[in-house]
C-alpha cells in the first residue's frame, strides 16, 4: 500500500482569539491503529471513535491501516471537540474518498455518531483566523450559521453533516436537490434572513426588556448622575435605604447608552462565543450587557480564569455596564481586583507560559445601603447605626477603589406622593428613556468630534488621559483654580481632581456648552465621594 497524506486547516481558541491549527493525515502500511498526536487533550483523543463511527454512517470507508494524524504546531496545546469535522474531512480526503476539491480546505466542528455536525464555542474566533478566500473554502457547522453568517466572506459554506461536506468537495451537484442534502453558501442565508425578516437581532443572546427609566419615580438626582455616568462613561455609586430604587435605576441605565457599532458588536460576540454562551441560532450580539453577579462571587469568576481561561464577568460586561449591588457585602480581595482593569480597560491572565488578554472596558455602577441597618442617609433620624460601625461598614471597599469612582449619588425614601405614583398606570407621549439616551447620544457625539478635530483616538470623557486635558476639555483658568481649591479642601487626590474635571466637561457636553463653567464644576462637586473619610 502507498503512503497516502492529506491536509485541513482548522482553528483552535487560544483565550478569546483563533488559532490556525494544520491537520495533517498520513495513511500507511501496518498494523490498524489510528494515532494523533500534537498535544492533544483527552476530548481530541476521544474523537477517534466519533470519528470512526461518523465516517461509516455517513455511507464512507474507514481506512483500515495506520493512521496518523498530526497537529500543528505541535508545541501548542490544543483542546475541545471542534478537531472531530476536520480530523474526518482529512481522513477521508487521505483515503481518496473525497476527490476535486481546489485548494486548501479549511473546516470545523463536532461530529455525532451518526454523522451530523454540531456547533462549537468560540466560532466566530475559529471563522476570523482562517480567512477563507476564493481559492480556499471554509466548511462551518449550520449550527454557527447566525453567529458567522453576518461577517462569512469568500467561499464559506455552512454544512450539516459529513455527507453534504463530501458531496460539495466531490462536486457532486445533482446531490443538491436531494432532500437530505443542502449546502448554503454565506450568501444565500443572508438573502433568506433578508426575504424573512429574520434578523440578526431576534437572535441576540443579550436580547433583553429594557425598563424605562423614566418609571422610577422621586429619584431626579439619581437620575442625572445616571445620566451624566452614561454620556462620558464615568464609575457610579448610588447610596441609599434598602428598596428605594437603585437596583432598577443601575437596569434602566442600559437604556440610555447609545447603540453597539459594529465593531463593538463583533468584539462583544467573541468575548460570549469563547465563552459558550451564544447558543444554537444565536447570532451577533447587538445589545450592550449588562452583568450583576452574586457577591458571594470568586476571584477568578471576576477577573477569568480555568486552566485554559475564559473571560470572567468583567470582560462579559465589556461595552456595558457591570453592576455589583450591595457593593458593601464583597470579598475586598475581589472588589481590589478591579483597581487596574478600570484603569486599563483590559486584563492579563497568564498560564503555563502563555498570556491571555481579555478587554475590559466596562461601566461600573455600584449599589450599597449607606450603613449597616440602611438609614443612615435619611432625614428622619431612624439610623441606629453609632459612627463606628458606619466607618467599619465601608471598610470593605478600599480607598483606592473609591478614588476610581466618578460619581457618588444619595438615593433617599420615596415621599407619599412618589410612592402613590409607582402604583398608578403613567403614560408617556415621550418616554424619558428616549428622551435621556438621545441627550447622551448627542454629549458622545461632542466628546467623539472633539477628539478628532485635535487629533486624538475618539475616547469619553471619563476615559481620556492625555496631560494637557485642560486644553483639550476647553476648562477657564479660574475653574481650574476653584477645582484645586475645593479638591485640597475636600482632600482629593490626583485622580480625584482629574475626574472633578472630567465630569464638569460631561456636564458642559451635556448642556452643549463650548467650555467648563464655574456653574459645572459646582455640579460635579456635588457627586464626588466625602463620606467616611474616603475621597
Known amino acids: 500500500m502507498s503512503r497516502r497524506f492529506s491536509l485541513v486547516r482548522t482553528s483552535d481558541l487560544h483565550g478569546i482569539n483563533g488559532m490556525a491549527i494544520d491537520i495533517e493525515v498520513v495513511i500507511a502500511s501496518g498494523l490498524p491503529g489510528f494515532d494523533i498526536v500534537g498535544l492533544a487533550d483527552s476530548a481530541i483523543r476521544e474523537s477517534r471513535n466519533r470519528i470512526r463511527a461518523a465516517i461509516r454512517s455517513s455511507g464512507f470507508m474507514f481506512p483500515n491501516s495506520r493512521i496518523t494524524a498530526s497537529l500543528a504546531p505541535a508545541y501548542v496545546r490544543k483542546q475541545g471537540s471542534a478537531f472531530d469535522f476536520p480530523l474526518a474531512l482529512a481522513i477521508l480526503a487521505a483515503s481518496g474518498q473525497i476527490s476535486g476539491h481546489e485548494g486548501p480546505v479549511m473546516a470545523f466542528g463536532e461530529l455525532t455518531l451518526e454523522g451530523r455536525i454540531r456547533g462549537v464555542p468560540g466560532a466566530i474566533n475559529r471563522y476570523l483566523s482562517l480567512e477563507p478566500s476564493e481559492s480556499h473554502r471554509l466548511l462551518v457547522p449550520g449550527a454557527n450559521r447566525r453567529e458567522i453568517g453576518p461577517i462569512a466572506r469568500g467561499q464559506t459554506y455552512f454544512v450539516s453533516s459529513l455527507k453534504e461536506a463530501a458531496a460539495m468537495l466531490n462536486n457532486r451537484s445533482s446531490l443538491h436537490g436531494r432532500s437530505d442534502i443542502r449546502i448554503l453558501p454565506a450568501d444565500s442565508l443572508r438573502q433568506d434572513d433578508d426575504e424573512n425578516g429574520t434578523g440578526q437581532g431576534e437572535a441576540d443572546p443579550l436580547a433583553v426588556d429594557v425598563p424605562d427609566i423614566g418609571h422610577i419615580f422621586g429619584q431626579e438626582q439619581a437620575i442625572r448622575a445616571a445620566c451624566i455616568a452614561a454620556a462620558g462613561h464615568h ?129 461600573l455602577v455600584g449599589a450599597a445601603n449607606p450603613c449597616h441597618c440602611g438609614h443612615y442617609l ?64 448627542q454629549c458622545r457625539e461632542r466628546q467623539r468630534l472633539r477628539c478628532l478635530k485635535q487629533g486624538l483616538p475618539v475616547e469619553w470623557n471619563g476615559r481620556i488621559s492625555h496631560p494637557a486635558i485642560a486644553e483639550i476639555f476647553r476648562i477657564p483658568k479660574d475653574v481650574l483654580v476653584r ?13 480625584g481632581y482629574h475626574k472633578l474635571l472630567r465630569v464638569a466637561r460631561t456636564i458642559a457636553d451635556l448642556d452643549d456648552a463650548d467650555s467648563v463653567r464655574l456653574h459645572h464644576l459646582g455640579e460635579s462637586l456635588q457627586y464626588r465621594p466625602f463620606f467616611g473619610g474616603a475621597s
Open 235 to 363: 464609575n457610579l455609586l448610588m447610596l441609599g435605604s434598602p428598596g428605594c430604587g437603585k437596583t432598577a435605576l443601575a437596569h434602566a441605565m442600559i437604556g440610555i447608552l447609545p447603540p453597539l457599532s459594529e465593531v463593538e458588536s463583533i468584539e462583544l460576540t467573541r468575548i460570549y462565543s469563547a465563552s459558550g454562551l451564544i447558543g444554537e441560532g444565536q447570532g451577533l450580539v447587538t445589545h450592550r450587557p449588562i452583568r450583576a453577579p452574586h457577591h458571594t462571587i470568586t476571584r477568578a469568576a471576576m477577573i477569568g480564569g480555568g486552566q485554559r481561561p475564559v473571560p470572567g464577568e468583567i470582560s462579559l460586561s465589556h461595552r456595558g455596564i457591570l453592576f455589583l449591588d450591595e457593593m458593601t457585602e464583597y470579598e475586598p480581595s475581589v472588589l481590589n481586583l478591579l483597581r487596574q482593569p478600570l484603569e486599563d480597560q483590559q486584563i492579563q491572565i497568564n498560564r503555563n507560559q502563555c498570556s491571555y488578554q481579555f478587554p475590559a472596558a466596562f461601566l
Open 378 to 441: 435619611e432625614n428622619d433620624q431612624t439610623c441606629r447605626c453609632s459612627p463606628d460601625v458606619i466607618r467599619q461598614h465601608f471598610k470593605r471597599i478600599a480607598g483606592p477603589l473609591l478614588d476610581r469612582i466618578d460619581l457618588v449619588v444619595n438615593v433617599r425614601r420615596l415621599s407619599s406622593d412618589d410612592l402613590e405614583r409607582t402604583v398608578r398606570s403613567t403614560e408617556r407621549e415621550h418616554p424619558l428613556k428616549d428622551e435621556l439616551s438621545g441627550k447622551v447620544l
Open 483 to 495: 477645582a484645586a481649591l475645593s479638591a485640597e479642601q475636600f482632600q482629593l487626590s490626583v485622580r
